[in-house]
C-alpha cells in the first residue's frame, strides 16, 4: 500500500484565458467538464471507501486554472469537499494554477478552505519561449506567485515542460535552474507531447517546429531528477500520466507509459559507467536495489545490460529491501 496518494479532480481548461501551443486539457485530463459538486463528493467518496488506498490522501484540483474560475465556483467546489477533511488519513486540499493568477489577497481566501498545497504551471523561466508558445505570463509572474506561496505557508510545487517550441538545452537548464532557486516541494517534469488538434501539431506537420531526439530528451530529464535528489526536491511526476487519450492523440513528442522509469533506468546507467571507470579490471558487476528497481538498472529492452557487455562487464542484480529505493549498491560501492 503507498502511503501517500491524491483524490484527482480534473477541471479541465477551466478558468484558463489562454490557449497554448501545446495544450488540450480535454485529452490530457480525459475530462469533458468541469464535474458537478455531487460528482465532486462521490469522487471523494469513493477514494476514501478504497479498501487498497494509501494512508494519506490529498484532495487534488487538477488540470485547469483553479483560481482563475469565477470565484463563486471556485469557492463551491472547495466548500464541497470541506466535509472529506475531518475524515481519517485526509491531509488537506492541492490545486493547480497559473503564475499570473495568484495575489496575496487570492492566497487569503483559499487558506480559509484549508488548502495546503499550490502548485504553479511555469513550464519555462525563458520569457521567449513562453511567448512563443502562447503561455500569457512572464517569468516574473513565476516569481511573483512563488514567493507568495512560500510567504503566505503553503506547499510549493512547480511544473517544468522539457522541449517547448523555441528552447534550447541549455535554457532548459537555465529553467531547471531557476526553478530550483524558488525552493519549491515539489516538481513535475513533463517532456512535451504534442497532441492533434493544437498548434503545434501544426507547426510539426508544416516543418516550423523540429523537436528534440529522444536521447536529448532523455539526459535533460536524468539531469532534472537527479538535481532535484541532491536539493530534496520530490518530483511527483515525470512524463504525462498514462492516458489512452494521450496515447492515441499524441502525433509527435516524447510520451512512453512508464517515462520515468526510462529516466530512472537512464540514471542507473550513469551510475554504472561510474563505477567502470573507477573498476577497469572488474568484468562482473553485482548490483543490489530495492524491490522492483530490478528493470530499472538492466534497462529499457536490457539496453543498459547491452552497454556494459559491450565494455566487458556482466551485470548480476540482486533485488533487497535493505537498499533505499533509487539507491544502487554496486560490490562495496554505494550511489544514490
Known sequence: MKNKGNIAIFVPHAGCPHQCSF????????????????????????????????????IAFFGGSFTAIPEKEQNA???AVQPFLAMEGVTGIRISTRPDCITPEILQRLQQFHVTA????????????LQKNHRG??????????????AAG????????????????????????????LHPDTLRIYPLVVLKGTELAERVQNGSFVLYDWETVLELCADALC?????????????????????????AGFYHPAFRELVESRLCLRVLKQWMQQHPQETMAEVQVAPGWSSR???HHACNRAACREAGVSLRIIETAAIPAGMLQIGKDGYD
Open 227 to 251: 538535481a532535484c535528489r541532491q536539493q530534496g526536491v520530490r518530483v511527483i511526476r515525470c512524463g504525462l500520466h498514462a492516458e489512452d487519450t494521450v496515447q492515441s492523440e499524441a502525433v
Open 118 to 129: 499550490i502548485e504553479l504551471g511555469a513550464q519555462s523561466m525563458q520569457d521567449a519561449v
Open 297 to 299: 538498472v538492466a534497462g
Open 154 to 181: 503553503f506547499s510549493l510545487g512547480l511544473q517544468m515542460m522539457i522541449g517547448l517550441d523555441g528552447s534550447t538545452p541549455e535554457q532548459e537548464r537555465k529553467t531547471l535552474q531557476e526553478l530550483l532557486a
Open 23 to 58: 495544450c488540450d486539457q480535454r485529452k490530457i485530463s480525459a475530462a469533458q467538464q468541469i464535474p458537478t459538486l455531487e460528482q465532486v463528493q462521490e469522487i471523494c467518496r469513493q477514494a476514501i471507501a478504497h479498501p487498497r488506498r494509501p494512508k494519506q490522501l490529498e
Open 77 to 79: 467546489l472547495l466548500e
Open 137 to 150: 505570463h512572464t517569468a516574473q509572474d513565476v516569481r511573483n506567485a512563488a514567493k507568495w506561496i512560500t
